[in-house]
């Protein structure tokens, strides 16, 4: 299954795949990175309630936009990358 979502997910990977090996990798950039994807996603939903609450239609559409794209970014390399992607994405060389 994990291989089947690395295909999917490849065009976000490939972004912050590199060929060099990061010695400044830590778990616990992973675990920060994923727990902040799910921050995001979870702005992205109270903003849609809100959006739809409100009425206000096309207007909250850009908050949702941006937090559920930072989300899932952050959701796929943080489950899905490599360690390089991580380091890459804490901009850790």
Do not use: D
Request: with cysteine; proline share 4%; aromatic share 10%.
């Amino acid at each position: 299954m994990k291989k089947i979502l690395i295909n999917i997910f490849s065009p976000i990977l490939n972004i912050f795949e590199n060929a060099n090996p990061s010695p400044n990798y830590k778990k616990s950039h992973r675990t920060a990175l994923v727990i902040l994807g799910g921050i995001f996603i979870f702005l992205s939903c109270v903003s849609a309630t809100a959006a739809i609450y409100a009425g206000v239609g096309f207007g909250a559409a850009i908050p949702i936009i941006v937090f559920f794209s930072v989300g899932l970014v952050a959701l796929v390399v943080g489950s899905l990358g490599s360690n390089q992607a991580v380091s890459k994405i804490w901009g850790t060389k």
